[in-house]
């Protein structure tokens, strides 16, 4: 597909994305991120092989990649955010049935003077489109009580625990211990699903963690998610976790291992895929 064929492609199913937001319709974000990265033409990997997860309520902690200027050609970093939540969506499809829902910023504003807003309004449209868990204070860690209002209708949440963009890894914000330590005085369990996302070699790559089942203790629950992003990444991503002994750091495999559920709803499947059609020509 030629560039300007691609182009036109994504402006026409963006614009059928604001016209439903509009409309007050609601959209299949499984089908519609796979049409995103078939259209722009994404290559993406997965870095090992995903594990089917436990039909349990989850919260996919997800490193706010994005590349460096000259690989996106954008001041913007809403193309690249818009791609590694596409990508890691696509994922979490194949490992559970269970639907997924993003958290994402609703303050942005859409008129910025002398640079293009489409992609960002489609960000705003789409908490009406898909469901998305809209933050603007303390973003991404505000509106606790929608956490768990979705994570009690079946919904798995992602989020981005850093709250800004970055190539290397930062730590997550405090609000991280806070949300965990809501959701348990709630009575809202829970299991956290580590993932790790990067660029190399004109391709995306993703690696799904084993999932740590959360404990009373919020801050090290939080600490260790923010390690097993880091073990995912290659080292000079790594970032604020690059000097830290993350082997000696992590919890013993009993205490990181999946949830007690004896029969996982996807046991007995295969998963299969995860390269895009694009990164095998």
């Not at 560039?3 to 499984?30: G, P």
Request: net charge positive; with cysteine; proline share 4%.
């Amino acid at each position: 597909m030629s560039d300007k064929n691609a182009k036109s492609k994504l402006k026409d199913l963006l614009a059928q994305v604001y016209s439903s937001h509009l409309d007050n319709q609601k959209r299949e974000i499984v089908d519609d991120f796979e049409k995103i990265l078939n259209i722009t033409n994404v290559k993406w990997r997965q870095a090992t092989k995903p594990k089917p997860i436990n039909n349990i309520s989850t919260l996919l902690a997800v490193n706010h990649f994005v590349r460096p200027l000259i690989l996106r050609k954008s001041l913007f970093t809403t193309f690249d955010s818009m791609t590694t939540s596409a990508i890691v969506t696509l994922m979490h499809s194949k490992i559970t049935k269970r639907k997924l829902t993003w958290v994402v910023k609703n303050d942005i504003a859409e008129n910025i003077i002398f640079l293009s807003t489409k992609l960002r309004k489609i960000q705003i449209a789409a908490i009406d489109c898909y469901n998305f868990i809209g933050v603007s204070k303390n973003y991404p860690f505000g509106q606790f009580p929608k956490w768990q209002n979705y994570l009690e209708k079946g919904f798995d949440i992602a989020f981005y625990p850093e709250g800004a963009t970055s190539r290397n890894l930062k730590s997550a914000r405090l609000g991280f211990i806070d949300l965990l330590n809501f959701l348990n005085s709630h009575g809202v369990g829970c299991q956290i699903l580590p993932v790790s996302i990067y660029f190399e070699n004109s391709s995306f790559y993703v690696n799904f963690s084993n999932t740590i089942k959360a404990s009373n203790d919020a801050a090290e629950d939080a600490h260790q998610t923010m390690l097993k992003i880091a073990k995912g990444l290659p080292e000079n991503l790594q970032g604020n976790y690059k000097n830290q002994s993350i082997d000696k750091l992590l919890k013993s495999q009993d205490l990181l291992q999946q949830a007690d559920d004896p029969k996982p709803e996807f046991a007995a499947q295969k998963v299969t895929l995860i390269e895009s059609p694009s990164s095998k020509k």
